[in-house]
């Protein structure tokens, strides 16, 4: 089945992505982890997206989101859904360079439930780049109630495992 063509710029994402990555952020422990994430489609105008962790040395899940990536027909805007095994939720808007190789995403809501872990996040910026034809890069930065200024949280280098 065919990528759909809204999807044009975003059809290199499709398949398995593996990889490692480090996470800081000024209130906790620097981390490394192992990484899993898969893009999918059915045809329709957005990619399924699903991403596992596990802790580098201890072998214990860390992580774990799922959600939807849209495109607006005829333009580099791009809407990113996902849900977390927290129970945060980010709704991120931005843009998809001409090429493709660059998305650039920042949350225009995120969501806790009432009792999740303090300090929520409140903003969290997205940043993926396409490396040759088979790497991914990105960068996460966020904030949260007590540290209000977008800060360096995820860097991670991926590796395509397997295309559609």
């Known amino acids: 089945m065919s990528v759909h ?81 927290t129970g945060v939720t980010e709704l991120l808007e931005g843009t998809v360079s001409e090429d493709g190789r660059t998305i650039n995403l920042l949350t225009t809501a ?4 009432s009792f999740g872990k303090e300090p929520h996040v409140t903003k969290v910026e997205r940043m993926y780049e396409r490396i040759g034809d088979n790497e991914l890069k990105y960068v996460l930065k966020m904030a949260t109630q007590n540290t209000p200024e977008l800060t360096l949280h995820l860097t991670g280098q991926l590796k395509r495992v397997e295309s559609e």
Do not use: M
């Not at 480090?22 to 209130?27: L, Q, R």
């Not at 995120?110 to 439930?113: L, T």
């Open 110 to 113: 995120v969501h806790a439930p």
């Open 5 to 85: 063509p809204a999807l044009a710029r975003l059809a290199w994402l499709v398949g398995r992505w593996q990889g490692c990555g480090k996470g800081c952020y000024p209130t906790i422990k620097s981390f490394e982890y192992s990484e899993l994430v898969t893009f999918g489609h059915c045809g329709k105008p957005f990619l399924t997206y699903s991403d596992r962790t596990v802790h580098v040395t201890e072998k214990t899940p860390l992580h774990a989101e799922d959600g939807f990536w849209k495109v607006n027909p005829g333009s580099d805007s791009i809407a990113v859904s996902l849900a977390q095994n």
